[in-house]
């Protein structure tokens, strides 16, 4: 069974971009627009990885990530995926902080690999 990722992200180009590059590397990829639905979806299912954007409309990733139960905190792994330098700051099990503007696809691929433990890239 692949490895579930939710990408919570607003740009729906770069959710396309990312959802194809994911579902190219094995993984089964749900989007979410913003935190609000992000959450709705937590509800629905279990998820290996959170690829999470910060600035966004409605519920943004801050908040969204405020938002998480500090079970899901501690059990799924996220990579904040944004474009905002100071996000290191927003919490404990955030594996990662990749600057869009500095990293390819290849790069967020390679990085959710090795966050998710598979060592093969």
Known sequence: ???Q???VEDNRQYQDILKIAL??????V?????GKSALEKLKER????????LLMPGMDGVSFYNNLT???KSRIPIIVLTNVTDAAAYGPNIKN?????????DDVIGEVKKVIGETDY
């Open 70 to 72: 500090n079970k899901l």
């Open 5 to 7: 990722i939710l990408v």
């Open 23 to 28: 579902e190219d590397a094995k993984y089964s």
């Open 30 to 34: 749900t989007l979410a627009g913003e």
């Open 97 to 105: 902080v990749m600057i869009k503007a500095n990293v390819s696809i």
């Open 46 to 53: 279990d998820f290996d990885l959170i690829l999470l954007d």
């Open 1 to 3: 069974m692949s490895k």
